[in-house]
């Protein structure tokens, strides 16, 4: 039960089309089954000051933005969904599910903006030297297969998903060197499988890395 203890932070992670929102959903449940409160959040955005950040950030009229802009508003919207939602929720005990967070600025506008690591640490510790996730599930699919299934869905693209094949391999090998830096944060999960299959090995992670915490 959360009873007075601090909420955990979980983070879902992946290039466009992975399937994070749709595993976001299944980890709520799996949470709210075993008594937990969830509440959920994504970014950019989870508030309405980084939903308005996320209008611009996602806007392909914003083409001419540059990284280090990008990466400032990435932060700014982090850094009010901290505010307003995931530290107050964190101490009243409640799980807060993000659908991207710091590790999607490394991957995006470290790795696919190759502006490296420095200056995205830089700000995380600015930004939240106090909140690290619990447990960061990176969901892998390879390019081709995340853009197929974003095209699926029959939405006009974003300002990202206009951006050339080697942006988002460069964002697939900076998650991956992430989840290897990392270990005992991260679980890559291959999200090529099935659904009930990926749903399955989401499970297990969460059992194996959250189970005694709950
Ligand atoms: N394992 C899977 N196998 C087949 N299709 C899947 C799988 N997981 C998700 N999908 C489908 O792929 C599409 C993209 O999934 P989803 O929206 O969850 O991805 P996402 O990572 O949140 O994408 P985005 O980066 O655009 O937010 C959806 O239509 C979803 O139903
Ligand atoms: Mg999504």
């Not at 959360?2 to 089309?17: A, D, F, P, V, Y």
């Not at 939405?155 to 988002?168: G, I, S, T």
Request: hydrophobic share 40%; aromatic share 4%; with cysteine.
């Amino acid at each position: 039960m959360n009873g007075s203890q601090r909420g955990l932070l979980i983070t879902l992670e992946g290039g466009e089309g992975a399937g994070k929102t749709t595993a976001a959903g299944h980890i709520r449940a799996w949470l709210e089954d075993r008594g937990r409160t969830v509440v959920s959040s994504r970014e950019p955005g989870g508030t309405p000051i980084a939903e308005q950040i996320r209008s611009i950030l996602l806007d392909p009229e914003s083409k001419d933005m540059g990284p280090i802009t990008e990466l400032l508003l990435m932060f700014a919207a982090r850094s009010d969904n901290l505010d307003q939602l995931i530290r107050p929720n964190l101490e009243a005990g409640f799980d807060v599910l993000c659908d991207r967070f710091t590790d999607a600025s490394r991957a995006y506008q470290g790795a696919g903006r190759e502006l490296g690591l420095g200056p995205v640490d830089l700000l995380a510790q600015v930004v939240h030297s106090d909140v690290t996730p619990d447990l960061t599930l990176l969901l892998d699919v390879p390019v081709e297969l995340g853009m197929e299934r974003v095209g699926k869905r029959g939405v006009a693209p974003n300002r990202f998903e206009l951006a050339k094949h080697d942006f988002f391999e460069r964002i697939r090998q900076g998650y991956l060197a992430q989840a290897k830096s990392e270990p005992d944060r991260f679980v890559v999960i291959d999200a090529t499988q099935p659904l009930e299959v990926v749903e399955k090995a989401i499970e297990q992670a969460l059992e194996t890395r959250l189970g005694k915490k709950l």
